[in-house]
């Protein structure tokens, strides 16, 4: 799937992120868009089984595993960015 619109950003996410956390970042927001791409051509298709409904349906299944799989590291550094913030930019 061609890159969306979703992760074509021309600034940061956060002030103070960093190149590593705006790659992890555009990468989960395409696997986002990729599982709403997903969900949204089984929901036009007969609910009757088919090999093209198998087929999505797995492609669902590993789209759910690989955002399920990254985001407690993006939990992390975002926890990490957080306590590393000056206490004035937290009060913001």
């Not at 089984?42 to 299944?61: I, M, N, T, V, Y």
């Not at 789209?63 to 990490?80: D, F, G, I, K, N």
Request: with cysteine; aromatic share 8%; glycine share 0%.
């Amino acid at each position: 799937m061609a890159k969306t619109k979703v992760v074509e950003a021309a600034e940061k996410t956060l002030a103070y992120s960093t190149q590593e956390f705006e790659r992890y970042m555009a990468e989960l927001s395409e696997e986002c868009a990729n599982f709403v791409h997903l969900v949204t051509k089984l929901r036009k298709l007969p609910a009757k089984e088919s090999p093209e409904r198998d087929q999505l349906e797995q492609k669902l299944f590993s789209s759910l595993a690989h955002l399920e799989a990254h985001a407690p590291q993006l939990r992390a550094w975002w926890e990490e960015l957080i306590d590393s913030l000056p206490e004035d930019e937290l009060e913001k």
